[in-house]
């Protein structure tokens, strides 16, 4: 699969040189800076306004297409305004992020310190009549060979992050993809044939305008027919394509990728899980 | 410099950015909120760009790192002494070795092992309770249920009193078992068509009747009722069974009245 990988890397250089040249009237996104002048888009006269600023109220449900693999609009879903337009709170995600990277770390590293050195049990030499300076031994810190102070030590960097706000950051994530526009919702993710081959045309199918195909792919779980098992073999392979169940859907690999591509029932699960509540006391105790 | 003209461009082409979705898409994303910085650049949230509000971090002090940083020869620990050693200060009170305050006030009263306290719950309480549809008027009302609506507090000592708060406005009907009861209290629920009876529970069988999951997940069985001290029972009409009764017994009203 080297090839693909080298076909995505020629489609990035080559969409690169492109928005270099005419950066006014390119229809590209700029790829290595996520800054985006509006400049960059084609003035042109502004049809729907009033449909937009009814729709740019936060909070308000999003209407969206279904699409097939094709392109091809199969039907029309709602995105709950609850969770796919809320105000996005940068701080927020930023948080989520550092907690999720802090609880990744593995925490391995280690310096030794005087007395886990190897030696330096024996005083080097007598306390008083060598002309020499005093020791104890010969680890101590400032001597070669000698220990470390204060080094790192093997520990756990987690920290904790109130639910409500992991909850919040997901949600921010989601909203920034729907609003960015780069949030697809497609009817059934199933491959068939499993092959990576068949992937890989008919996401460039379903997003034709993106050079560099950085996708995060939601199904609903591992084993359903949106998907599946048969999903992830043909994507294992192809470059900057993540799949994930809704149960795994997280703020870093959503804003890793560009573009977010989420099954219909995915949608409805991840809609369902976001809003649950804390169980009533009641409901636990009896 | 040509900054304004720019900045007229850029504010008009914002609006197109977004016409570009309303082609790509049947219905146009809002993206009114997504771009805050600037009314001309339309950022995308990506991992390199996040950040925390201005403020939210605290940077460490860097202790003993020279003279400019005002925590430099001693590390704001002040001059030699037990407060610039390391290791534990001394704890909380302690004056240098004079008699500290809390030792030279002399002690006054005493402490009661043996006293029993009771939760108030007042008339108000059940009232809003019934309005807001946690309770049911006119059924049986154990400690357990009011526990499960969360009218009592999570740590109940001895027992519930029911205590005339709102006596004059109560109008629900509902039979209460709780542990003691003001007369106000009683004639009031009496009065709305209620019937008040004083059960006993002990310590162990009132953590029974509140928590029995924590007899279930210890695999206990629930403790057999037990009798009120001698000195206490005239003050209860019945001994609390386990679990609760929570059926209404036609001679239980009577009794209770």
């Known amino acids: ?286 | 410099m040509p900054a304004d003209l720019l900045e007229g461009l850029i504010s008009k082409s914002a609006a197109s950015t977004q016409c570009r979705y309303s082609l790509q898409n049947m219905r146009p994303f809002s993206g009114g909120h997504a771009s805050t910085s600037s009314p001309g650049e339309r950022e995308f949230i990506a991992l390199n760009n996040l950040s925390d509000n201005p403020g939210a971090t605290h940077y460490k002090k860097r202790l003993g790192r020279g003279i400019g940083s005002g925590l430099g020869k001693t590390s704001g620990r002040g001059h030699k002494g037990q407060g610039a050693r390391t290791g534990r200060s001394p704890k909380l009170g302690f004056e240098g070795g004079q008699t500290p305050l809390r030792q030279r006030a002399p002690k006054r009263g005493f402490h009661n092992p043996h006293a029993v306290t009771w939760d108030p719950l007042n008339l108000k309480t059940l009232q809003e309770a019934v309005e807001k549809g946690q309770l049911q008027p006119g059924t049986v009302v154990t400690m357990k249920t009011l526990y499960d609506a969360g009218l009592l507090s999570k740590k109940i000592d001895h027992g519930i009193k029911l205590l005339g708060t709102g006596a004059e406005k109560f109008n629900k009907p509902l039979h209460l078992q709780v542990s003691q009861a003001s007369a106000s209290a009683v004639a009031a629920v009496e009065r709305a068509g209620g019937s008040v009876t004083k059960v006993y529970y002990n310590k162990l069988g009132l953590r029974a009747l509140l928590k029995p999951d924590w007899f279930a997940r210890k695999q206990r069985l629930l403790p057999r009722p037990a009798r009120p001290p001698p000195a206490m029972a005239p003050k209860f009409d019945v001994i609390g069974s386990l679990p609760p009764v929570s059926v209404i017994q036609p001679g239980a009203a009577v009794a209770a009245a």
């Not at chain 1, 392109?71 to 337009?85: A, C, K, M, Q, Y």
């Not at chain 1, 709170?89 to 999720?100: F, N, P």
């Not at chain 1, 790192?152 to 609003?179: D, F, I, M, N, W």
């Not at chain 1, 599946?228 to 192809?238: M, T």
């Open chain 1, 1 to 286: 699969m080297n090839c693909l990988r080298d076909k995505a890397r020629l489609l990035l250089s080559r969409a690169v040189s492109c928005t270099q040249r005419s950066s006014c009237l390119s229809q590209g996104w700029a790829r290595h800076s996520h800054t985006l002048p509006a400049l960059r888009f084609h003035t042109c006269p502004v049809a729907g306004d009033t449909a937009q600023s009814v729709d740019r109220f936060q909070g308000s449900n999003l209407r969206v297409p279904v699409f097939n693999w094709r392109r091809e609009v199969v039907g029309e879903h709602t995105l709950p305004g609850d969770i796919f337009n809320v105000p996005i709170r940068k701080d927020i995600l930023h948080r989520v992020v550092r907690w999720q990277l802090a609880k990744r770390q593995q925490g391995t590293h280690k310096t030794k310190t005087r007395s886990e050195v190897r030696g330096g049990g024996r005083k080097p030499h007598s306390q008083k009549g060598s002309g020499r300076a005093r020791f104890g031994s010969i680890r101590a810190a400032q001597r070669r060979g000698g220990g470390i102070i204060f080094g790192p030590v093997v520990r756990s960097h987690e920290h904790g992050l109130q639910k409500k706000v992991r909850k919040l950051g997901l949600k921010c994530a989601l909203t920034a993809k729907a609003t960015e526009g780069r949030l697809t919702v497609v009817d059934s993710l199933a491959v068939d044939p499993p092959k990576t081959k068949v992937l890989d045309e008919q996401l460039h199918a379903l997003l034709p305008d993106v050079p560099r195909r950085s996708i995060l792919i939601i199904d609903s779980s591992k084993d359903t027919s949106d998907g599946g098992d048969n999903l992830r073999k043909a994507a294992s392979n192809l470059p900057w394509t993540d799949v994930l169940p809704q149960g795994g859907a997280n703020v870093y690999s959503i804003l890793q990728r560009d573009n977010l591509i989420l099954s219909r029932s995915a949608v409805d699960l991840l809609v369902e899980r976001l809003r649950q509540t804390r169980p009533l006391k009641a409901e636990t105790s009896s």
